[in-house]
């Protein structure tokens, strides 16, 4: 976003509600300045889609076992004004040590799925700022 964006969004009432209790907003001028529980790491080479509810990181840990590293962001249930709910899937970003890996798993990503659900694998592609 814009300085001016960041600073009117900054100022805005959040209801942290739609993100969930476990919500943490941090506000910084760039990624270095994020504190290490909040660190982002840019050597992510694929992206998981389309992760169902009730599926833990250890389940994503067992289907990519080879994986260096896992970040999960968990599907959850969005409230709606009306009584009806949505729900958002869950989403993870794979890091790996080397791009054999990497194109093994995205030449057979059709045969991933959990609960007999298939996920959607891509090449995560850091956008430059």
């Given at each position: 976003?814009?300085?001016?964006q960041?600073?009117?969004?900054?100022?805005?009432?959040?209801?942290?509600s739609?993100?969930?209790?476990?919500?943490k907003?941090?506000?910084?001028?760039?990624f270095?300045?994020?504190?290490?529980?909040?660190?982002?790491n840019?050597?992510w080479n694929i992206?998981?889609?389309k992760i169902?509810e009730?599926?833990?990181?250890?389940?994503?840990?067992?289907?990519f076992?080879?994986s260096?590293?896992?970040?999960?962001?968990p599907?959850?249930?969005?409230q709606k004004?009306s009584?009806?709910?949505?729900?958002l899937?869950?989403h993870?970003f794979?890091?790996?040590t080397?791009?054999?890996?990497?194109?093994?798993v995205?030449?057979?990503a059709?045969?991933?799925q959990?609960n007999?659900?298939?996920?959607?694998l891509?090449y995560y592609?850091?956008?430059?700022?």
């Amino acid at each position: 976003r814009t300085n001016l964006q960041a600073e009117y969004n900054q100022k805005r009432g959040i209801n942290s509600s739609h993100f969930g209790s476990n919500c943490k907003m941090e506000f910084v001028q760039n990624f270095s300045q994020l504190s290490n529980e909040n660190q982002f790491n840019e050597n992510w080479n694929i992206v998981v889609k389309k992760i169902p509810e009730d599926i833990t990181e250890n389940d994503l840990k067992r289907l990519f076992f080879n994986s260096n590293e896992i970040k999960y962001i968990p599907a959850r249930i969005a409230q709606k004004l009306s009584t009806n709910h949505k729900i958002l899937f869950g989403h993870a970003f794979l890091s790996f040590t080397n791009t054999e890996q990497v194109d093994e798993v995205m030449n057979n990503a059709y045969q991933y799925q959990i609960n007999n659900q298939p996920l959607i694998l891509s090449y995560y592609n850091k956008k430059e700022s």
